[in-house]
């Protein structure tokens, strides 16, 4: 596709509830990203794919939240029993690999998440 | 260990004024300096970055940024703001990993008509 894609743009839950955003990277990306923005303040990063290595799930804020990624393209990150605290905008990006060089990450529009 | 602090939460100048957007960084090795911007409603889009070529950087929509070792800065500027630069500005600067990205809280910046 021409860019980074995320769905939904939206998603209002009720806490407590699962919810699952998607995140379809720009074709030939190896590497991929999701961060969390939440209102007034900057990127917190959550993890990173990159081909087939094993993911950096540092960012991950608890055992709720897990991301997976599979055939090495569409990832789909899923947070279980929604909290309040959940509420942001959930970014993706992706990049060439950044084994070849300082790569440019390039972002999709976000899925805004209301927990209610 | 890396860090980006932008000073500034929110800027706001006149329509055709100077723009300057502070960012400050901390690294341990040579940097990698990022300005992205995010209009509302929207992902981020990378302005320009800087990897150890020429010190001044030219970017999208008129937008450049100098890097100074000296002051560990990578301030962005414009000279004449438009209506349409109104959106948040992030500095970010490459971290010890190959990958990942230490970034600044962002930057507010409001064009006054």
């Known amino acids: 596709g021409a860019g980074v894609s995320q769905s939904p743009s939206n998603k209002v839950t009720e806490k407590g509830k699962d919810v699952e955003l998607r995140c379809d990277p720009i074709?030939?990306?190896?590497?991929l990203y999701w961060y969390r923005q939440s209102l007034g303040q900057g990127l917190e990063f959550l993890i990173y794919f990159q081909g087939n290595s094993a993911p950096d799930k540092s960012g991950l804020p608890s055992d709720r939240f897990s991301a997976e990624r599979t055939g090495g393209s569409v990832s789909t990150l899923t947070i279980q029993r929604t909290q309040q605290e959940d509420s942001a905008v959930y970014l993706c990006a992706s990049s060439l690999a950044a084994s070849e060089g300082v790569n440019e990450q390039f972002f999709g529009p976000g899925t805004r998440l209301t927990v209610l | 260990a890396q860090s980006v602090t932008q000073l500034g939460s929110h800027v706001s100048v006149s329509e055709g004024a100077l723009v300057l957007l502070r960012c400050n960084y901390s690294s341990s090795v040579p940097p990698y300096l990022f300005w992205y911007v995010q209009y509302p409603n929207q992902g981020l889009q990378l302005l320009l970055k800087y990897t150890s070529a020429a010190t001044l950087v030219k970017g999208i929509n008129g937008f450049e940024a100098e890097f100074k070792k000296s002051e560990t800065s990578f301030h962005l500027t414009k000279p004449s703001a438009h209506m349409s630069d109104a959106a948040e500005y992030f500095c970010a600067v490459k971290g010890s990993g190959n990958y990942q990205l230490i970034w600044g809280a962002g930057t507010k910046l409001i064009i006054k008509p």
């Open positions: 074709s030939g990306h190896t590497a």
